[in-house]
Nanobody, 115 residues
Framework: VQLVESGGGLVQPGGSLRLSCAAS????????MRWYRQAPEKEREWVAV????????YYADSVQGRFTLSRDNAKNMVFLEMNSLKPEDTAVYYC?????????WGQGTQVTVSS
């Protein structure tokens, strides 16, 4: 089982990034997919979730209207489009797959928003 995040980096405030998460080794289309993030010296927090078919998404209040979560079940991938980035969005972003008692995590990708 693997979840591999990519697309992080350094971006100026107001900028955009697109994170990707490539999944392998499990029945991806059956799993709810989520993104979490963890800022320095803070607890990991939930960011967004998407259902198995990709038709329903929910977002944390802090990112609502700025982030968009999508998935491609044919490619076993999930994407987090992040716009209007703020310094407080700086964190390591983690991809998560969940199905009942099964849960998998990626290693994370660093996003830094700074001028």
């Amino acid at each position: 089982v693997q979840l591999v995040e990519s697309g992080g980096g350094l971006v100026q405030p107001g900028g955009s990034l697109r994170l990707s998460c490539a999944a392998s080794g499990f029945a991806f289309s059956s799993y709810i997919m989520r993104w979490y993030r963890q800022a320095p010296e803070k607890e990991r927090e939930w960011v967004a979730v998407i259902n198995t078919g990709g038709s329903t998404t929910y977002y944390a209040d802090s990112v609502q209207g700025r982030f968009t979560l999508s998935r491609d079940n044919a490619k076993n991938m999930v994407f987090l489009e992040m716009n209007s980035l703020k310094p407080e969005d700086t964190a390591v972003y983690y991809c998560n797959a969940w199905l009942s008692r099964d849960e998998y995590w990626g290693q994370g990708t660093q996003v830094t928003v700074s001028s």
